[in-house]
């Protein structure tokens, strides 16, 4: 699982299980432009690799959805999503996160921020954003609902359903395979 493949869908090279990730929150209207951290403005309209806020009234933080992969001795597919944060959380996100000490917070409360393709609609479900030390993405824990993907995250996946999951997002892994 781990060797370099060449993808036919995107025409890249990648290796093993790669993650896959929203640039942004779905809310945020304009181009995936990053800033550095070190510019945020949590008044004002802001993007970065790790935070965003819209209009000094929104904020948004990136986080990582794991998905369990079934049969695979405990792996994980991993979504790098975002999750909203109330103002207060998000303050104390900002503060700590350079310290790489974050696993005493939260967990906090935030609506699901982008619209994952594959699924039902899933923005604003509601999930649990979970700080986490050693300058990791928190973890988003959705509410266990019936929600296909709250299902999957509680359940896991099949292998072939992530290969579908990789071709639905442009990545072809299947013929990497059959080759
Ligand atoms: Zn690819």
């Not at 917070?105 to 921020?113: A, E, I, R, T, V």
């Amino acid at each position: 699982m781990d060797y370099p493949w060449t993808c036919a869908g995107c025409g890249g090279t990648h290796q093993g299980l790669i993650d896959l990730a929203c640039g942004k929150p779905e809310h945020w209207p304009g181009a995936e432009d990053k800033a550095p951290n070190s510019a945020l403005d949590p008044n004002g309209n802001f993007l970065s690799e790790d935070f965003c806020v819209l209009n000094g009234q929104h904020f948004f933080v990136r986080a990582m959805l794991e998905l369990p992969i079934r049969g695979s001795d405990g792996r994980h597919f991993g979504f790098g999503v975002w999750s909203t944060l109330s103002r207060q959380n998000f303050v104390r996100y900002v503060e700590t996160f350079d310290s790489g000490a974050q696993d005493g917070l939260g967990p906090w409360y935030g609506w699901f921020s982008n619209r994952l393709k594959g699924y039902p609609d899933t923005l604003s479900l509601k999930c649990e954003v979970h700080p986490v030390s050693g300058r990791q993405r928190p973890h988003v824990l959705l509410e266990p609902t019936d929600h296909p993907l709250a299902i999957d995250q509680k359940n896991g996946i099949t292998f072939d359903r992530l290969l579908e999951l990789y071709a639905i997002n442009g990545h072809d892994m299947k013929t990497s395979l059959s080759d």
